[in-house]
Protein backbone atom coordinates (compact mmCIF):
# COMPACT_ATOMS: atom_id res chain seq x y z
CA UNK A 1 0.00 0.00 0.00
CA UNK A 2 2.80 2.46 0.88
CA UNK A 3 4.02 2.08 -2.73
CA UNK A 4 0.55 4.61 -4.17
CA UNK A 5 2.03 7.32 -2.02
CA UNK A 6 4.18 10.35 -3.84
CA UNK A 7 7.69 10.69 -1.98
CA UNK A 8 6.29 13.51 -0.27
CA UNK A 9 3.37 11.48 1.52
CA UNK A 10 5.88 8.93 2.77
CA UNK A 11 7.83 11.65 3.66
CA UNK A 12 5.22 12.78 5.99
CA UNK A 13 4.39 9.57 7.07
CA UNK A 14 7.82 8.54 8.15
CA UNK A 15 8.21 12.19 9.81
CA UNK A 16 5.11 11.01 12.16
CA UNK A 17 6.47 8.06 13.02
CA UNK A 18 10.25 9.47 13.61
CA UNK A 19 8.46 12.02 15.99
CA UNK A 20 6.67 9.22 18.05
CA UNK A 21 10.17 6.22 18.04
CA UNK A 22 11.13 8.48 20.86
CA UNK A 23 13.72 6.09 21.78
CA UNK A 24 14.98 5.48 17.84
CA UNK A 25 14.45 2.04 18.07
CA UNK A 26 12.71 1.51 14.86
CA UNK A 27 9.18 1.40 16.31
CA UNK A 28 6.26 2.74 18.07
CA UNK A 29 4.22 1.06 21.05
CA UNK A 30 0.36 0.65 20.22
CA UNK A 31 -0.55 2.90 23.61
CA UNK A 32 1.75 5.78 22.34
CA UNK A 33 -0.45 5.70 19.17
CA UNK A 34 -3.82 5.40 20.66
CA UNK A 35 -2.55 8.40 22.82
CA UNK A 36 -2.12 10.33 19.11
CA UNK A 37 -5.02 8.89 17.60
CA UNK A 38 -6.90 10.34 20.82
CA UNK A 39 -5.57 13.95 20.24
CA UNK A 40 -7.21 14.14 17.05
CA UNK A 41 -10.72 12.23 17.95
CA UNK A 42 -11.19 11.36 21.67
CA UNK A 43 -13.97 8.82 20.73
CA UNK A 44 -11.30 6.36 19.53
CA UNK A 45 -10.37 3.07 21.74
CA UNK A 46 -7.49 1.16 22.12
CA UNK A 47 -9.55 -1.72 20.74
CA UNK A 48 -10.27 0.29 17.86
CA UNK A 49 -7.27 0.52 16.97
CA UNK A 50 -6.06 -3.40 17.34
CA UNK A 51 -8.85 -3.92 15.46
CA UNK A 52 -7.66 -1.59 12.70
CA UNK A 53 -4.21 -3.21 12.99
CA UNK A 54 -5.03 -6.45 12.80
CA UNK A 55 -6.99 -5.90 9.87
CA UNK A 56 -3.78 -5.49 7.79
CA UNK A 57 -1.74 -7.91 9.53
CA UNK A 58 -0.10 -6.03 12.24
CA UNK A 59 -0.82 -8.84 15.57
CA UNK A 60 2.08 -7.16 17.97
CA UNK A 61 1.88 -4.17 20.37
CA UNK A 62 4.02 -1.46 18.20
CA UNK A 63 4.83 -0.84 14.98
CA UNK A 64 7.22 -0.24 12.78
CA UNK A 65 7.89 2.94 9.83
CA UNK A 66 6.55 -0.17 7.19
CA UNK A 67 3.36 -0.69 9.66
CA UNK A 68 2.72 2.62 9.59
CA UNK A 69 2.68 3.38 6.49
CA UNK A 70 0.61 0.36 5.11
CA UNK A 71 -1.82 1.48 8.18
CA UNK A 72 -2.18 5.08 6.89
CA UNK A 73 -2.70 3.31 3.33
CA UNK A 74 -5.22 1.46 4.66
CA UNK A 75 -7.21 4.47 6.47
CA UNK A 76 -6.26 7.11 4.33
CA UNK A 77 -6.24 5.62 0.75
CA UNK A 78 -9.65 7.42 -0.16
CA UNK A 79 -8.32 10.99 0.53
CA UNK A 80 -7.21 13.41 -2.04
CA UNK A 81 -3.44 14.17 -2.31
CA UNK A 82 -3.86 17.83 -0.44
CA UNK A 83 -6.09 15.95 2.15
CA UNK A 84 -4.16 13.71 2.65
CA UNK A 85 -1.30 16.04 3.53
CA UNK A 86 -3.83 17.78 5.75
CA UNK A 87 -4.32 14.61 7.96
CA UNK A 88 -0.88 14.12 8.04
CA UNK A 89 -0.20 18.10 9.08
CA UNK A 90 -3.04 17.16 11.88
CA UNK A 91 -0.90 14.13 13.26
CA UNK A 92 1.89 15.78 13.20
CA UNK A 93 0.88 18.58 14.99
CA UNK A 94 -0.85 16.73 17.31
CA UNK A 95 2.11 14.73 18.13
CA UNK A 96 4.39 17.87 18.50
CA UNK A 97 2.17 19.56 21.15
CA UNK A 98 2.32 16.55 22.91
CA UNK A 99 5.89 16.12 23.04
CA UNK A 100 5.72 19.67 24.10
CA UNK A 101 3.18 19.32 26.75
CA UNK A 102 5.55 16.23 28.14
CA UNK A 103 8.53 18.64 28.35
CA UNK A 104 6.91 21.80 30.14
CA UNK A 105 7.98 22.08 33.58
CA UNK A 106 6.00 21.58 36.85
CA UNK A 107 4.47 24.66 37.79
CA UNK A 108 6.01 25.61 41.49
CA UNK A 109 3.99 25.24 44.11
CA UNK A 110 2.93 28.93 46.02
CA UNK A 111 4.54 29.27 48.75
CA UNK A 112 2.48 29.61 52.06
CA UNK A 113 4.60 32.50 53.38
CA UNK A 114 3.89 35.12 50.65
CA UNK A 115 2.76 38.21 51.91
CA UNK A 116 -0.16 39.66 50.99
CA UNK A 117 -0.14 43.73 49.43
CA UNK A 118 -1.63 45.85 52.04
Given at each position: ?????????????????R???RDNNGTMD?????????????????EDVRITFEGI????????????RNWVGTMFSDLTPEEF?????????????EIQEQHEPEPEPESEHETEPE
Open positions: MASNFSHAQLERVDDLFTYDLIEFVGLMQRIDPTVSEGIHQDFLTMEDMMGQMDDFCQAAEE
